[in-house]
């Protein structure tokens, strides 16, 4: 199944919580029992470089039978954040270890005001 596209807003200076449901071709949520995932924002597609870097379970939770990844990051990281467009994309990694990328798009970092 292709991944979802969702474009996110990623307000500066705040924590930014994502939840993610994995699910079947026909909208039926993933058991995700001993996944693992990842997920990372960059300028463009082709940048060196990531703006926001996260693993599990450090940065994002795995649920269970429902599916759900909760994706947490941390005000100080979302401070550091230059204001502006960029790109991202979530995967999910099996015991088996097969990847599956389950929802991408823009990130859009909208400037903080209040310091």
Known sequence: MPAKNVDLTIEQGTTFVQAIIAQDSTETPI??????????VRATHGSANTLIDLLSPADIDVG????????????TVTAALTPGSAVYDFEMIDGLGNVTRVIEGAALITPEVTR
């Open 64 to 75: 269970g039978a429902d599916g759900m990844f909760t994706v947490n990051i941390a005000d």
């Open 31 to 40: 058991d995700v029992s001993g996944y693992s995932a990842r997920m990372q």
